[in-house]
Nanobody, 115 residues
Framework: QVQLVESGGGGVQAGGSLRLSCAASGIIFSINIMGWYRQAPGKQRELVAD???????NYADSVKGRFTISRDNAKNTVYLQMNSLKPEDTAVYYC?????????WGQGTQVTVSS
């Protein structure tokens, strides 16, 4: 059984920080590309950041320099450190595991940034 469980979301004031975690089970975590996506009300889901099995990263232009994605293969966990948060970062954040045959998604965690 594959599970991706996000945690760490919540409410924060603009300029603050949050760290999201995604704990994976039932997959060979160390070989999968892991990503964070977000979806705001009325908008399409968008890529925030991803990280390869080798540690290379990609970021959306809107978060570059503020967010950092990382992974701990020993803990089967991927993180998203979010600094200098803005109200436009408000969204449900989803963890994704990209496999050869199938992609797996977490249930999402809400991030709300207030002015």
């Amino acid at each position: 059984q594959v599970q991706l469980v996000e945690s760490g979301g919540g409410g924060v004031q603009a300029g603050g920080s949050l760290r999201l975690s995604c704990a994976a089970s039932g997959i060979i975590f160390s070989i999968n590309i892991m990503g964070w996506y977000r979806q705001a009300p009325g908008k399409q889901r968008e890529l925030v950041a991803d990280i390869s099995n080798g540690g290379s990263t990609n970021y959306a232009d809107s978060v570059k320099g503020r967010f950092t994605i990382s992974r701990d293969n020993a803990k089967n966990t991927v993180y998203l450190q979010m600094n200098s948060l803005k109200p436009e970062d408000t969204a449900v954040y989803y963890c994704k595991s990209q496999g050869v045959h199938y992609d797996y998604w977490g249930q999402g965690t809400q991030v709300t940034v207030s002015s």
